[in-house]
C-alpha cells in the first residue's frame, strides 16, 4: 500500500503512535491504524473535506500518536505510580532529612580545619549539601520509576499496620533539662575559672589571662545576666512542660543578647588579652565568633519550631482523643 | 473545579465499562474499527478513536475478542469477534449491571419516603 513517494501525514503518524509497540505486534499494529485511518480519511472526503484536510483532520482527531502508543504499548505515562508514591516520598524525606544536615556539618569542620574564611565555609557546605540533596532525589526517583516498571513490589515496602509511626511525645525531659542547664552553668564558670587559670605566656614574659581582662568591665558582666536569664528560660521551660510562643519569644530575645553581645566584642577585637603572646590564635579564635552567632540563630529558629511542631501534633491528638 | 467539570468526570467514570460491553455486543458479528466507533456512536455511545483502537487489542490479548485480517477486499481490515469468553464477560458484566440499577433504583425509594 506504501509506495515509494514521500511519506505522508499518516504514514508519519502510525511511524511516532507504533514505537513503543513490542516488535512483533508493530506491524500489525501498524497495518491496522493505518487502515483505520484511511477510513477516517475517506469518512471525511465523503463529508466534503479535500484529501490534504482530511488527512490532517483524521490524525488531529487520533490525538498525540506518543499518548496511543503509550497505550498500545501498556506503557504508563507517569513516573512513579500512586502504588509507589507514599513509599518514594517517605524515603525521600528520611534521606533529605538525614543525609544533607551531616554532609553540612563534615563540610564545616572539614573547611574550618583547612582554614577558610566563614563566607567560604558556609556557602561552600551549602553547596555541597544542595548537590547531595540532588543527587539523593535522583537516585532515589530513578530507583523508584525502574521498580514501577518492573511491576514487582517488594514485600518491605507494602504497607502494614505496625509501620503506623508513634505519636511523638514532645514533653521536655528532665534529661534534656539538665543538660542544657548544666551547659550554660559550665560556660558560666569557664568565664569565671578563665580569669585565674586559662593562663598563656606575655608579650613581656609572664603568665596573663587569655580572656581580655577589660572585657571583664561590661561584656561579660553583661553576658552573665544573659545566660542567667537563659537559665531561667531553661527552667520555665520544664515546668510548662513544652515550648509556648512565650518561651519561644524569651529564646529569641536572649539568643539576640548573646548575638549582640559577641558581635559586639568581635567587632570590638577584645577578646584576647592584648598582653597575651597569642598571634597564632587570635586569627582562629575570632573566626569562631561567627559561629557562635550561627548557634544563637540556630537556637532562637528551634524554639519556633518545635512550637509550630507541637500545633500540628496537638491537633492530631485532639482528633485522635475527641474522635 | 466547576460543579460540570464534577458531573462530567463522573459520568465519564460511570460510562467506562460499558463501551466494553457495547463493542462485546455489537461485535457478535464480525466488524473493523472505525465502523465498530461509527456504529457505537450512532447507538450513543460516546469513544473516543484513540481509546477505542488500544482497547480492541487490550480484549483480543485477554482472549474476550477474536480477529482475522480480511484482504478480499481493495483495504485490508482487521475483524474482530467476540469469542464465547467474551459474550460470558459481557453476561456477567450485564447482570452486575441490572443489579446495580436495582439496587439504586431501591436507594432512591427508600430516600423519599
Not at chain 1, 553540612?104 to 551549602?126: K, N, T, Y
Not at chain 1, 540532588?134 to 511491576?151: C, D, H, K, N, Y
Not at chain 1, 514485600?155 to 539538665?178: A, F, H, M, Q, Y
Not at chain 2, 463501551?19 to 455511545?45: D, H, K, N, T, W
Amino acid at each position: 500500500m506504501t509506495t515509494m513517494t514521500k511519506p505522508t501525514l499518516v504514514d508519519r503518524y502510525v511511524a511516532v503512535a507504533v514505537k513503543g509497540v513490542p516488535a512483533d505486534q508493530r506491524e500489525d499494529v501498524a497495518a491496522e491504524l493505518r487502515a483505520s485511518l484511511d477510513d477516517a480519511i475517506d469518512g471525511l472526503v465523503e463529508q466534503g473535506f479535500t484529501r490534504e484536510d482530511a488527512q490532517e483532520r483524521a490524525c488531529k482527531d487520533l490525538g498525540d500518536p506518543a499518548a496511543l502508543a503509550a497505550q498500545y504499548g501498556g506503557r504508563s505515562r507517569f513516573l512513579i505510580g500512586p502504588e509507589y508514591f507514599s513509599e518514594y516520598l517517605l524515603l525521600l524525606k528520611i534521606l533529605l532529612s538525614i543525609v544533607p544536615p551531616i554532609i553540612f556539618c563534615v563540610a564545616i569542620v572539614a573547611a574550618v580545619i583547612a582554614g577558610e574564611s566563614a563566607g567560604q565555609v558556609i556557602f561552600g557546605a551549602i553547596g555541597v549539601c544542595f548537590q547531595v540533596a540532588v543527587q539523593i532525589a535522583f537516585w532515589v526517583t530513578l530507583s523508584f520509576a525502574l521498580m514501577e516498571r518492573a511491576g514487582t513490589k517488594p514485600t518491605e515496602l507494602s504497607w502494614s499496620p505496625d509501620k503506623l509511626p508513634e505519636i511523638p511525645n514532645r514533653r521536655i525531659g528532665l534529661g534534656e533539662t539538665v543538660f542544657s542547664v548544666s551547659t550554660i552553668a559550665l560556660a558560666m564558670w569557664g568565664l569565671w575559672y578563665s580569669q585565674d587559670h586559662w593562663l598563656v605566656n606575655g608579650v613581656d614574659g609572664g603568665q596573663v589571662p587569655l580572656v581580655n581582662p577589660a572585657t571583664w568591665d561590661f561584656w561579660i558582666p553583661a553576658l552573665y545576666v544573659v545566660l542567667f536569664a537563659s537559665l531561667l528560660v531553661e527552667i520555665a521551660k520544664y515546668r510548662v512542660g513544652y515550648w509556648t510562643v512565650r518561651l519561644a519569644a524569651v529564646n529569641t530575645v536572649v539568643n539576640a543578647a548573646i548575638s549582640v553581645i559577641f558581635i559586639a566584642v568581635w567587632v570590638g577585637g577584645s577578646v584576647l588579652n592584648p598582653a597575651a603572646d597569642v598571634s597564632d590564635l587570635v586569627v582562629s579564635i575570632s573566626g569562631l565568633l561567627p559561629w557562635f552567632v550561627l548557634i544563637a540563630a540556630f537556637d532562637a529558629g528551634y524554639g519556633w519550631w518545635a512550637v509550630y511542631r507541637q500545633r500540628v501534633e496537638l491537633n492530631v491528638d485532639a482528633h485522635t482523643t475527641s474522635g | 473545579m466547576s460543579t460540570d467539570e464534577v458531573l462530567d468526570s463522573h459520568i465519564q467514570e460511570l460510562r467506562r465499562g460499558t463501551v466494553v460491553v457495547a463493542s462485546l455486543r455489537i461485535l457478535q458479528e464480525p466488524e473493523y474499527g472505525y465502523r465498530l466507533l461509527e456504529r457505537l456512536e450512532e447507538a450513543g455511545f460516546a469513544v473516543e478513536a484513540n481509546t477505542l483502537y488500544p482497547l480492541l487489542r487490550r480484549l483480543e490479548k485477554q482472549g474476550l475478542l477474536t480477529s482475522d485480517w480480511n484482504t478480499d477486499e481493495p483495504r485490508p481490515r482487521k475483524y474482530y469477534t467476540t469469542s464465547s469468553a467474551g459474550r460470558a464477560v459481557a453476561d456477567a458484566v450485564m447482570a452486575d449491571w441490572d443489579r446495580l440499577t436495582k439496587a439504586l433504583d431501591a436507594l432512591a425509594v427508600k430516600g423519599r419516603k
